[in-house]
């Protein structure tokens, strides 16, 4: 029953039906991102696991829909449309923001008693205790604001220097970059949840330092990997990170 559920959900997108599934990967994209990221994991990974990437508003196919400035906000409507899909295992992976969405998510179910992810996947992303840069980016003027795009290498150049696409991906970026900026982390237990850490050995956004002081956020198995590549590794070294969720997920089912 949940199978058609997703299908028709606005909140899960590229998603492919797998009838040898034990496991379900929700994953959760980076800011000014959409679902459509992780559209070719399902190909990627193996039968026992199948992928629900999350689609957020103001994006993609729901582009006409009012974004999100409040992470809080976000992870409140995400419990109302994806607790009828956690009817079987599931897993949490997110990138940057989306990494910052994975943690909050599981804090927020733990809390409420809900059903738990099995294995918490947060990429890309310092942990929220470690010290805030805090740069503030939804506030930048328009100039400034595309030079830091510009840095972080994750926008195509052609879709950056067109002055028409970016006012159009600007509001929205503005909506995402407000949420990782005005996020407060509240200290609590830490979860009974495995978690994996992957970081960009060439990534000037996140060290290795604070990408370990996720371990102080769980009470159980932690593990830590550094890949090739800047802040978007997950692109750049896509089936190697495939290859290690992999292996995690199927040790655990």
């Not at 890309?124 to 205790?129: A, E, F, M, V």
């Not at 909506?175 to 830490?190: E, I, Q, R």
């Not at 932690?222 to 199927?250: A, C, N, Q, T, V």
């Given at each position: 029953?949940?199978n058609n559920?997703i299908?028709?959900?606005?909140?899960?997108?590229?998603?492919?039906?797998?009838?040898y599934?034990?496991?379900?990967?929700?994953?959760?994209p980076y800011?000014?991102?959409?679902?459509?990221?992780?559209?070719?994991?399902?190909?990627?990974?193996?039968?026992?696991i199948?992928?629900?990437?999350?689609?957020f508003?103001?994006?993609?196919?729901?582009f006409?829909?009012?974004?999100?400035?409040?992470?809080?906000n976000l992870?409140d409507?995400?419990?109302n449309?994806?607790?009828p899909f956690?009817?079987?295992?599931?897993?949490f992976?997110?990138?940057?923001?989306?990494?910052?969405?994975?943690?909050?998510?599981?804090?927020?179910?733990?809390?409420?008693?809900?059903?738990?992810?099995?294995?918490?996947?947060?990429?890309?992303?310092?942990?929220?205790?470690?010290?805030?840069?805090?740069?503030?980016?939804y506030?930048?003027?328009q100039g400034?604001?595309?030079?830091e795009l510009?840095?972080l290498n994750?926008?195509p150049n052609e879709?950056?220097?067109?002055?028409e696409?970016?006012?159009?991906l600007?509001p929205l970026?503005?909506?995402?970059?407000?949420?990782?900026?005005?996020?407060v982390?509240?200290p609590?237990s830490?979860?009974s949840?495995?978690?994996s850490?992957?970081?960009?050995i060439?990534?000037?956004?996140?060290?290795?330092?604070?990408?370990?002081?996720w371990?102080?956020?769980t009470?159980?198995?932690?593990?830590i990997?550094?890949l090739p590549?800047d802040?978007f590794?997950?692109?750049?070294?896509?089936e190697k990170l495939i290859?290690h969720?992999?292996?995690?997920?199927l040790?655990?089912?």
């Amino acid at each position: 029953m949940s199978n058609n559920l997703i299908s028709s959900s606005p909140w899960i997108t590229n998603y492919k039906y797998n009838p040898y599934s034990k496991v379900r990967l929700f994953c959760f994209p980076y800011a000014g991102a959409g679902a459509s990221i992780f559209r070719t994991w399902a190909d990627l990974l193996p039968k026992e696991i199948e992928v629900c990437p999350v689609q957020f508003p103001g994006r993609e196919n729901r582009f006409l829909e009012e974004p999100f400035t409040n992470l809080n906000n976000l992870i409140d409507e995400l419990i109302n449309h994806l607790i009828p899909f956690f009817d079987k295992p599931f897993v949490f992976y997110g990138h940057s923001l989306g990494s910052l969405v994975a943690f909050t998510l599981a804090n927020k179910l733990k809390e409420e008693n809900l059903a738990l992810p099995i294995l918490l996947f947060l990429s890309g992303k310092d942990s929220p205790q470690a010290v805030k840069k805090n740069k503030n980016l939804y506030k930048l003027p328009q100039g400034e604001l595309l030079e830091e795009l510009g840095r972080l290498n994750g926008t195509p150049n052609e879709i950056l220097n067109n002055i028409e696409m970016m006012e159009l991906l600007l509001p929205l970026i503005r909506a995402d970059f407000s949420m990782h900026d005005t996020y407060v982390y509240k200290p609590s237990s830490p979860l009974s949840i495995p978690i994996s850490v992957f970081g960009g050995i060439d990534d000037h956004d996140t060290s290795y330092e604070n990408l370990l002081k996720w371990k102080e956020l769980t009470n159980k198995e932690f593990s830590i990997r550094m890949l090739p590549g800047d802040h978007f590794f997950l692109e750049s070294e896509r089936e190697k990170l495939i290859e290690h969720i992999s292996k995690d997920i199927l040790k655990e089912i």
